[in-house]
Every structure is written in structure tokens, then in C-alpha cells.
């Protein structure tokens, strides 16, 4: 049996994204996005109840500030106390975890999808999604943008404006593009 498209873009394969059913996806996920985003905040709370249910899992301790952009939704993943500021973009096409205690500053973004480089498969929408992981505890500075593949340990910092394209250790402070470790915290 020939795998859905979707069932391609969870198992990290190639696959197209101009298909009707991940089509469907990224339009119930920008209705719920719609809704947190124009949702008075007395009535939103921490997060429009529309975006809950779109998520993988959150924790109900989450905190979303508006605006806010996914692309599905359902390949997010969060921890108790995350944090994401006002303009932050996921684009879940890849399983994104942030773990407890996470903050991730204004105008945040996260890409998982990497397009293919071939120009004629480019523009037949062939991409591949690559997951992103970021550990308990970590902070990352306003307008720094996470690559897909990349893992963010446990208690590291990202810098405001940096680009990560490769992993950073537990504990490390990185910033730049691309980012670099700067030095190792001691406590």
C-alpha cells in the first residue's frame, strides 16, 4: 500500500505539500489560529481553546500571546510553563517538543520543512520535515530562527537574532548566524 502524503511528511520522507488532505490541515489550524489571534484576551486566557485542541499536547499551564502562527498544529508538542511570546511561528510540518519552563521570546520561528533543492521538484511542492526539539528550561532570545533537525538542550540560551542550524549542548549560550556557543553557564 502506497503511503499518504502525510504519513510521508511524519516519517521525515520526501512528499508533496500541494495535496488536498495536508491542504485540509493547514486550513483547520489557520481557523484556530484566527481565533486565538482575534480572541479577546479576558475571553483567550492563555490559549484559545480552538488552538488547544489543535496541538499534539500541551500542558494546561501553557502560555500563547497573540499573535501566534502553526502551519498544522498537530506536530506540537508542549511542556508545562512554556512561554512564547507575541509573534511567534511554528511551522510544524515536523514533530516541534519545547519542554517545561521553555520561553521563547517575540518573533520566534521555527521551520521544519527544508524544500527540495531541485527547482522543477521544488516547484512541485516536494519538501521533507525535520523535527525540532527543545530541552526543559531553555530561553530563546526574541527573532532567533530555529532550523528543522536542530535539538536545543536542557537549560541552553539562544540569543536574540541568532539562526541555529546545528544542535546546541545542554547548557550553552549560543548566538549569532550561525549560531555559536559564546560560553558554558556554570550555574
Known sequence: MTA??????????WYSCLVDELEALRMTARVAVHRHNTMPPVE??????ALRALFGAVA????????????????????????LNAGCTILDSGRVTI????????????YCAEHHRDAVLRGQGLEVAKPVT??????IGGGAILLGGVTIG??????AGSVVTKDVAAG????????RPLRRRTT
Not at 499518504?4 to 520522507?13: L, P
Not at 494546561?60 to 512561554?83: K, M, Q, T, W
Not at 536542557?154 to 540569543?159: C, D, L, N, Q
Not at 550553552?172 to 550561525?178: K, L, S, T
Open 44 to 49: 483567550r486566557g492563555t490559549m484559545a481553546p
Open 4 to 13: 499518504s502524503e502525510r504519513d510521508k511528511m511524519a516519517a521525515g520522507e
Open 172 to 179: 550553552a549560550v549560543v548566538a549569532g548566524n550561525p549560531a
Open 60 to 83: 494546561d499551564d501553557v502560555f500563547i500571546e497573540a499573535p501566534f502562527h502553526c502551519s498544522y498544529g498537530i506536530n506540537i508538542h508542549l511542556g508545562a510553563r512554556v512561554y
Open 134 to 139: 527543545i530541552g526543559a528550561d531553555v530561553w
Open 154 to 159: 536542557e537549560g541552553a540560551i539562544v540569543g
Open 99 to 110: 519542554g517545561a519552563g521553555a520561553m521563547l521570546g517575540p518573533n520566534v520561528q521555527i
